[in-house]
């Protein structure tokens, strides 16, 4: 069984920062995908980053420029470091993670940005 631990969240004002952080603890042979997707209430989950095992990236429009996923395999843990935030990120954070043979979600942390 694999846990996934996310921390970071928190209330920031609009213009500001914060790093959101993943850790993966459990049986773990290999790490595959990692990725970051939230949920704002009303509506649907959606994806924001992610980050591939050769280090390779993608981004959602909405926060190309703003966020950056990154990833420390020797620690099990994947990062998104948000700049710039503005009040439409404001959501539940989740992350996702590939571990062999199948897909991991984390519980969930909130981010609320006040403008």
């Known amino acids: 069984q694999v846990q996934l631990v996310e921390s970071g969240g928190g209330l920031v004002q609009a213009g500001g920062s914060l790093r959101l952080s993943c850790v993966a603890s459990g049986r773990i042979f290999s790490l595959n995908t990692m990725g970051w997707f939230r949920q704002a209430p009303g509506k649907q989950r959606e994806l924001v980053a992610r980050?591939?095992?050769?280090?390779?990236?993608y981004y959602a429009d909405s926060v190309k420029g703003r966020f950056t996923i990154s990833r420390d395999n020797a620690k099990n843990t994947v990062y998104l470091q948000m700049n710039s935030l503005k009040s439409e990120d404001t959501a539940v954070y989740y992350c996702?993670?590939?571990?062999?043979?199948?897909?991991?979600w984390g519980q969930g942390t909130q981010v609320t940005v006040s403008s």
């Open positions: 980050i591939f095992i050769g280090g390779s990236t």
């Open positions: 996702n993670m590939g571990v062999s043979p199948r897909t991991y």
